[in-house]
């Protein structure tokens, strides 16, 4: 599986991002997909999960109330819908995929594959 992550870029504290993920499997309903970031000088951090239908999310608590992941099984892509952004969310954001999950575990060694991250950089 490829994973590929877009829609990062410069936003002012308060602004709107949208990441997608998008996968080239074509099993795709198959995986669960994480979104994990790095903010400088810091470790990678979980922030947020899909399971395999799009029932069921997890969110760190950075971040709940504030972002939204969802996904399009026919588009093969995954979202993240980040509002309010902090300038604390300023970080390089990846995906990552794990196959056939039946709970979120918010541990990067479960991840199957991973994408190139995309980086947010939230102005104060």
């Known amino acids: 599986v490829q994973l590929q992550a877009s829609g990062g870029g410069l936003v002012q504290a308060g602004g709107s991002l949208r990441l997608s993920c998008a996968a080239s499997e074509l099993t795709f309903t198959t995986y669960a997909v994480n979104w994990f970031r790095q903010a400088p000088g810091k470790e990678r951090e979980f922030v947020s999960a899909?399971?395999?239908?799009?029932?069921?999310?997890d969110y760190a608590d950075a971040v709940k109330g504030r972002f939204t992941v969802s996904r399009d099984n026919a588009k093969n892509t995954v979202y993240l819908q980040m509002n309010s952004l902090k300038p604390e969310d300023t970080a390089v954001y990846y995906c990552?995929?794990?196959?056939?999950?039946?709970?979120?575990?918010?541990?990067?060694?479960?991840?199957?594959?991973w994408g190139k991250g995309t980086l947010v950089t939230v102005s104060s």
């Open positions: 899909i399971g395999m239908s799009g029932a069921n999310t």
């Open positions: 990552a995929a794990d196959h056939k999950a039946l709970r979120f575990t918010r541990k990067q060694y479960a991840m199957e594959y």
